[in-house]
């Protein structure tokens, strides 16, 4: 199957400042990409959609001026998240597809922890 | 509105018995069916998935679903469990054809006693 690579793999940040997470394709171009949350012990939530050339559109409940998302190739799609506070700390995963695909790949996610 | 539901939050089994974890979905229209596993602290890793060819599903390391549409259940067996099965299972719809959103289950976690 396909590649998504997301990069760091963990990340712990001062509150207040910001991180940027990345996610890749490495051996398909994907035309789409999600990400998503994950809350200790719970399901995971979709957070926005990023198409490759456009804006991000996000899932009702998701602060888009502090979950930032830029999609600028067909490779590579980054959220970054600003101003980081100790309720931002979660596990967010990405998945991407391209055209013909019936399943999206998700990368191997990202921990992050705000102190 | 599409969801899926998970019946079971845990599940616990004894090594070389059999698995079973409960999916039941919703949907308008002709689903596309995914089970996930992710083990702690890692992503997701596909196990299966049902796209409307033959409703019984075979998928890597000895797991197999099936999908039935009278019942609009996807449940996930295994004949025999192994400690590495020990992990977090999801129950994913794709709803439609066309979009790629993910509805994601609760999930069940697996415990695969000695």
């Known amino acids: 199957g396909a590649v998504v690579s997301q990069h760091p793999s963990w990340v712990i940040c001062k509150s207040g400042t910001s991180v940027k997470i990345e996610c890749r394709s490495l051996d398909f171009q994907a035309t789409t990409m999600f990400w998503y949350r994950q809350f200790p012990k719970q399901s995971l939530m979709l957070m926005a959609t990023s198409n490759e050339g456009s804006k991000a559109t996000y899932e009702q409940g998701v602060e888009k001026d502090k979950f930032l998302i830029n999609h600028a190739s067909l490779t590579l799609s980054t959220l970054t998240v600003t101003s980081a506070h100790p309720e931002d700390s979660s596990f967010y995963i990405c998945s991407a597809i391209n055209r013909g695909n019936t399943e999206a790949f998700f990368g191997q996610g990202t921990r992050l922890t705000v102190v | 509105a599409q969801s899926v539901t998970q019946l079971d939050s845990h599940v616990s089994v004894s090594e070389g018995t059999p698995v079973l974890l409960r999916c039941n979905y919703s949907?308008?229209?002709?689903?596309?069916l995914f089970w996930y596993v992710q083990h702690p602290n890692k992503g997701l890793q596909l196990l299966l998935k049902?796209?409307?060819?033959?409703?019984l599903v075979k998928g890597i390391n000895g797991f197999e679903a099936e999908f039935k549409k009278s019942e609009t259940s996807f449940h996930l067996t295994k004949p025999s469990a192994h400690m590495s099965d020990a992990a977090e299972y999801f129950c994913v719809v794709r709803p439609t054809s066309g979009t790629y959103k993910y509805i994601f289950g609760t999930g069940t976690r697996l415990k695969v006693l000695a």
């Open positions: 949907s308008s229209y002709s689903p596309s």
């Open positions: 049902y796209t409307s060819a033959a409703t």
